[in-house]
Nanobody, 123 residues
Framework: QVQLVESGGGLVQAGGSLRLSCAAS????????MGWFRQAPGKEREFVAV???????YYADSVKGRFTISRDNAKNMVYLQMNSLKPEDTAVYYC?????????????????WGQGTQVTVSS
């Protein structure tokens, strides 16, 4: 069982930055792939980024070059550094954990989800 708690969301102006954090419980954290998803009002949950257990990363085209995902296995933490934020980045951001080695963009791959943290980007 893995419990995930996100933090770091808030209100920021367009062009600004935020860093989201996800604290994970459990001694097997390092074996999980960790992803970030987001969901805007009236829209489906969409993939943002994933960092696999081996450290490889993959990003959605919409955030590539602006967002960076990282993990600290010693602290059971995952981070999402978000730069050059745009109003269209406004959403609830979710952290998720899954036991897979490849891919990571499909929500169905993930076994555990956090409660989400709101990110609002004003124009």
């Amino acid at each position: 069982q893995v419990q995930l708690v996100e933090s770091g969301g808030g209100l920021v102006q367009a062009g600004g930055s935020l860093r989201l954090s996800c604290a994970a419980s459990g001694r097997t954290f390092r074996s999980y792939a960790m992803g970030w998803f987001r969901q805007a009002p009236g829209k489906e949950r969409e993939f943002v980024a994933v960092v696999r257990s081996g450290g490889s990363t993959y990003y959605a085209d919409s955030v590539k070059g602006r967002f960076t995902i990282s993990r600290d296995n010693a602290k059971n933490m995952v981070y999402l550094q978000m730069n050059s934020l745009k109003p269209e980045d406004t959403a609830v951001y979710y952290c998720a954990a899954g036991s897979f080695a490849v891919g990571g963009s499909r929500p169905q791959l993930y076994d555990y989800w956090g409660q989400g943290t709101q990110v609002t980007v004003s124009s």
